[in-house]
C-alpha cells in the first residue's frame, strides 16, 4: 500500500488545503504528479459537479491548483453535509450508516493502491466527524495514517492547544509524527524556536520515544486568507455585479473595509481610505463616487482599493451614471438591496471566515513559495517516507 500522510489541524482555517497544496508541490520534486494521491475522506462544505455528483470543496482546489490528475470519482468518499448530523441521531440505522461511510472510504483508497503517496486532508477540528465514528483520529487510523499536525501561532496558547489536542489523538491511538506551526507572525516565528524545541515537544507529548518532529515554521501570507469581490459578490446572492467578474482585478484579496456615510464636503479619500479596501457606499452618492474613482486613478496598483459595494439599491432602478463611472474606472463593483450596516456584517463574515477558492490561482504561487522556503522536506522524508 502507498504511504498515507493525514492532515489535521487544531481548528477549522488552521490551514489543511495551504499545507495539501503546499506538501504537494514539495512531493512532485520526487514524484510525478500520476504517482500521488489526494482524497478529502470526510467532507463537509460540498461543491457540485457539472455531472451532479457532489464533493468537498477542497478536492476542487488541489485539481486547479496543484493535482490535474486528481480522480473526481473517488477524492470524496463521505460528505457530511447539512442536516446529516441530525437525520444520523434519529435513525434506528446508525451502525448500518457508519459501515457504509466506512465502505466508502476503503474502496475510495483501495483506487489509490497504484499510488507511491496519499495525501488525506482531515476537516474541521480534531472531532469533527466523531459523531460517525469518524472523527480525525479515527479516520488516521483507519488509514493507517501517520497525521501531520497543524497549529497556530504564540508560545502558551499553542502548548495549551497541543496539551489537549495531542492527548486526544493519542487516546484514540493516532500518531502524530510531525508539527507546522502556521500563520505565524513573522517577527515572534525566532521566539517560539526558542521555547518550543522538538525536544521539549518529544518529551512532553511523546507516548513511545520516538521524535515528534517540527516540520515547519510558517508565516503569515499577508492576503492569502483574504476574499477578493469575486468571492464577497457570492456573499450577496440578491447583489448585482457590475462588469467581468472573471477578469484579474476581481480577484485581488480585499484587505479591510471603509464605509463612506460623511458629505462629499468632508470625504478626503486621501484621509478615509486605505489600500486594498472595499468601500461600501450608497449608490445615489455620485460626487463622492467622482470622489474615489480620481482617487484610485491616481494611485500605483499596490495603492489602491479593491471593491465597491454599493447599498440600499433598488435593482429595477440601478442608477445608470454610477454604473457607466465604475466601468470606465475598472474597480470591481456590487449593487446590493441591503443597508451599509447589514453589508458590513455580510463583509465581515466574509473575510473572517475566507477559505481558498478555486479560482484563486494568483495564490497558488505564494502557497508554493511558503513550503519551498520554510518546509523541512528532508526531516518529512525521514518521518514519513
Not at 2 to 8: E, F, K, Q, R, S
Request: hydrophobic share 35%.
Amino acid at each position: 500500500m502507498p504511504t498515507i500522510v493525514y492532515i489535521a489541524g487544531f481548528r477549522q482555517h488552521a490551514g489543511k488545503t495551504f499545507t495539501s497544496i503546499g506538501l504537494i508541490s514539495r512531493l512532485r520534486e520526487i514524484y510525478s504528479p500520476e504517482e500521488i494521491g489526494y482524497i478529502k475522506p470526510v467532507g463537509q462544505e460540498l461543491f457540485t459537479l457539472p455531472n451532479g455528483k457532489m464533493i468537498d470543496k477542497d478536492a476542487v482546489i488541489i485539481k486547479e491548483f496543484i493535482l490535474p490528475t486528481l480522480n473526481m470519482d473517488i477524492v470524496s468518499p463521505v460528505r457530511l453535509g447539512k442536516g446529516v448530523t441530525k437525520n444520523f441521531l434519529i435513525s434506528e440505522e446508525k451502525e448500518e450508516i457508519i459501515t457504509g461511510y466506512c465502505n466508502s472510504i476503503d474502496e475510495a483508497i483501495s483506487q489509490l493502491s497504484d499510488k507511491k503517496i496519499i495525501i488525506a486532508e482531515g476537516t474541521g477540528h480534531p472531532g469533527v466527524g466523531g459523531i460517525v465514528n469518524l472523527s480525525n483520529s479515527d479516520v488516521s487510523i483507519r488509514l493507517n495514517a501517520d497525521i501531520i499536525y497543524l497549529a497556530g501561532g504564540g508560545i502558551g496558547k499553542t502548548l495549551d492547544m497541543l496539551e489537549v489536542d495531542i492527548n486526544y489523538f493519542h487516546s484514540k491511538g493516532a500518531r502524530i509524527k510531525g508539527i507546522i506551526f502556521n500563520k505565524l507572525i513573522p517577527d515572534k516565528i525566532e521566539e517560539m524556536k526558542k521555547y518550543i524545541t522538538e525536544d521539549y515537544l518529544t518529551q512532553r507529548f511523546s507516548k513511545d520515544g520516538k521524535p515528534i518532529h517540527i516540520l515547519g515554521w510558517m508565516p503569515e501570507i499577508k492576503g492569502l486568507n483574504k476574499p477578493s469581490m469575486r468571492l464577497i459578490s457570492k456573499g450577496f446572492p440578491k447583489g448585482r455585479p457590475i462588469g467581468n467578474t472573471t477578469k484579474d482585478c476581481w480577484g485581488i484579496p480585499v484587505t479591510g473595509v471603509s464605509i463612506v456615510s460623511q458629505s462629499h464636503r468632508y470625504f478626503i479619500p486621501e484621509k478615509d481610505l486605505n489600500p486594498g479596501d472595499v468601500v461600501i457606499i450608497s449608490a445615489k452618492s455620485i460626487r463622492r463616487l467622482k470622489k474615489i474613482v480620481e482617487f484610485n486613478k491616481k494611485r500605483g496598483e499596490s495603492e489602491r482599493i479593491t471593491g465597491i459595494i454599493f447599498t440600499c439599491t433598488e435593482m429595477n432602478k440601478i442608477l445608470n451614471k454610477s454604473m457607466d463611472l465604475v466601468l470606465e474606472s475598472g474597480i470591481p463593483a456590487i449593487y446590493v438591496p441591503e443597508d451599509s450596516s447589514t453589508a458590513d456584517e455580510i463583509l465581515y463574515k466574509c473575510i473572517k471566515n475566507t477559505k481558498l477558492q478555486s479560482y484563486d490561482n494568483s495564490k497558488n504561487d505564494l502557497i508554493i513559495s511558503a513550503f519551498k522556503k520554510h518546509f523541512n522536506l528532508e526531516k518529512f522524508k525521514e518521518d514519513f517516507m
